[in-house]
């Protein structure tokens, strides 16, 4: 039997490309999961790039038949499936890790006499008191 490169439907994370290659290669989905975070580490773009166009152009278990247009309008679909947040607390959680990651990068990128303890406690206190002011007008 011919073994073909598919995206895996049961080792599957975000699209399955991992599991996929993991499958293909007969090892742990865990193994090459890490070897591309590694990777992601030090080529973070390049990566995305890679995993990204890996997803539209490896088929998902029983659609190869399916064009490549059509396979990447439903990955559009599935990512923006995932990524959704599903409830108020998911979006907290998404803003206060953007803050702090914008926070983390203003700090490496142009240090200032300002500590990044300073600056996130600044926007922990935003954050708190936009919380409570938009729950007073429900």
């Given at each position: 039997m011919e073994?073909?490169?598919?995206r895996?439907s049961?080792?599957?994370?975000?699209l399955?490309v991992?599991?996929g290659?993991?499958?293909y290669?007969?090892t742990?989905?865990?193994l090459?999961?890490?070897g591309?975070?590694?990777?992601f580490?030090?080529?973070p773009?390049?990566?995305?790039?890679?995993?990204?166009l890996?997803a539209?152009?490896m088929?998902s278990?029983?659609?190869?038949?399916?064009?490549v247009?059509?396979?990447?309008e439903r990955?559009?679909g599935?990512?923006?499936?995932?990524?959704t947040?599903?409830s108020?607390e998911?979006?907290?959680a998404?803003?206060?890790?953007?803050?702090l990651?914008?926070?983390?990068l203003v700090?490496?990128?142009?240090?200032t006499?300002i500590g990044?303890?300073?600056?996130l406690a600044?926007a922990?206190?935003?954050l708190?008191?936009?919380?409570?002011?938009?729950?007073?007008?429900?």
């Amino acid at each position: 039997m011919e073994r073909k490169l598919r995206r895996s439907s049961k080792n599957r994370v975000l699209l399955g490309v991992l599991g996929g290659i993991a499958e293909y290669l007969g090892t742990d989905p865990v193994l090459v999961r890490l070897g591309y975070l590694l990777l992601f580490i030090f080529h973070p773009v390049a990566m995305t790039v890679f995993y990204f166009l890996a997803a539209v152009i490896m088929p998902s278990e029983g659609e190869e038949d399916e064009d490549v247009e059509k396979r990447a309008e439903r990955i559009v679909g599935e990512v923006k499936e995932i990524v959704t947040p599903d409830s108020e607390e998911e979006k907290l959680a998404g803003i206060i890790l953007l803050v702090l990651g914008a926070l983390l990068l203003v700090e490496t990128v142009a240090p200032t006499s300002i500590g990044v303890r300073t600056v996130l406690a600044l926007a922990l206190l935003g954050l708190g008191s936009l919380l409570l002011l938009r729950g007073e007008g429900r």
